[in-house]
């Protein structure tokens, strides 16, 4: 046993059944998640499906936005998981359990989602807030996840000193948007703060460029 994991601790490796069963547990979550963001769409009225301005009126297109953003969301989060548990030779009891706050996190998503969806909520400034607050905390668990791994002697690959502050400025870019974006929610809106998590598309690929060459 490496890291600060101790011999008398529960460990699943990699090939075990264990640790396959723990992997088809959370992924399990992230699926049920996204099958729960349906929820949030309204079924149409009838009337509604006469013509493209009256659907747009009944408020099923915006539904429909954030189901398929929330849909991304869990997405990436479900890729990010993924990668990270491929990373780790195997599973300890305080990884699972960071694990397990993550994709509880992740459970929660469709809820913030119908606050930011739903049309007599949209324009408030608090279930942005709130949404912003969610995938930051995820965000923040998912990486949490990685460094308990790394902690804990489990990465295939370990990381020196250096490395760990490249992967670390790399985790802390969506939650710093995320962030950044709750007083501008307040100051100039929820439509201008959900403009800011567009700066990802740009920012997290030239972080990970910046951190794989470090």
Known sequence: MSGDRRPSEAYFPSESA??????????????FAATLLIANVDPVPADSWRDLPALVESGALDQLLGFFLSFAVIALFWRVSVRCLRATTGLDAPTTVVSLVATALIVVI????????????????????????????????????FFTAARRGLLREPLDARGLRAALADAAVTPAVFVASIPIAYAA???????????????????????QRR
Not at 18 to 27: A, K, P, Q, V, W
Not at 116 to 128: E, W
Not at 190 to 211: D, E, F, H, K, N
């Open 18 to 31: 264990e640790y396959g069963r723990g992997l088809s547990y959370f992924d399990a979550i992230y699926g």
């Open 110 to 145: 469709p809820f913030t989602t119908q606050g930011i969806s739903d049309p007599s909520t949209s324009a408030l400034s608090l279930p942005t807030a709130v949404y912003a607050v969610n995938i930051a905390l995820a965000s923040i668990a998912h990486s949490a996840v």
């Open 189 to 211: 809106g929820p439509a201008m703060a959900q403009l800011t998590w567009l700066s990802l598309v740009v920012l997290l690929p030239l972080v990970g460029r910046w951190s």
